[in-house]
C-alpha cells in the first residue's frame, strides 16, 4: 500500500515587523516599546529595557536612544527601529526686574501649557504664565511649567523692590490753553511722605 504524506511550505519574502513609532517622554519616566509579527524578539541595546527578549518592553533612557528590535519568524529575520527621546527644560520664568517700592512688575513665564507660581500672596494670580507680582521685599518667584506631555520643569524669576523716591519736576510748562504742556504735574516714584513746593514768578 502506498503512504500518502503532505507537506506545507511558508515562504516570507521578509518578517512582517512592525514597532511602536518614535517617542518623546519626561526625564525619569518610561516607554513602552511594542513590536509584532515574528515569532521571537531580540532588543538591543539592552541595558535600559525591562525585558529585551520580550515583543513588548519598557525602556527608561537617559539620553535619547535608538532601539532595534530583531524579530524572528521560521528561519526569518527582519529588524525596525524606534527612537526614545527625552524632553529637555522648557520652563523660562523671565529676566530680574526692579521696582520702587509700591509699584507692581508684570512677570512673564514661558514654555509650557500650564503655570504655577509660588510664592502666590504678592500675584494677581498664581495660574497664569504673566501675573502682576506686587511684593513689599524683594521676592524670588519661582514658576512650574507642565508641558503638552505632562513634564513639569521649574525657573525662577527676582524683583527686586527699592525704597527709593525718585522724583521728576518738570522745569517749565506753557499754561496757554493750546492742549500741549498747559498742565503742571510732579512725577513721583515710590512711598512720599511729604513734599514742599515753591513756585516763583
Known sequence: TGIDDSLVLYIYDAVPLTISPDTLICPGSEATLIASGADSYV?????????PTSAETDASPTTETTYTVTGTLASCVNTAETTVSIQGPTAY???????????SAFLEAEGGVDYSWSPASSLSDANIANPVASPDITTVYTVTVTTEIGCEFTDQVTVFVSSDVIVGVPNAFSPNGDGFNDGFTIIVRGQLAAYNLQVYN
Not at 520664568?93 to 509699584?103: P, V, Y
Open 43 to 51: 532588543w538591543t541595546p539592552d541595558a535600559t529595557l525591562s525585558d
Open 93 to 103: 520664568a523671565g529676566e530680574d526686574t526692579t521696582i520702587i517700592l509700591g509699584e
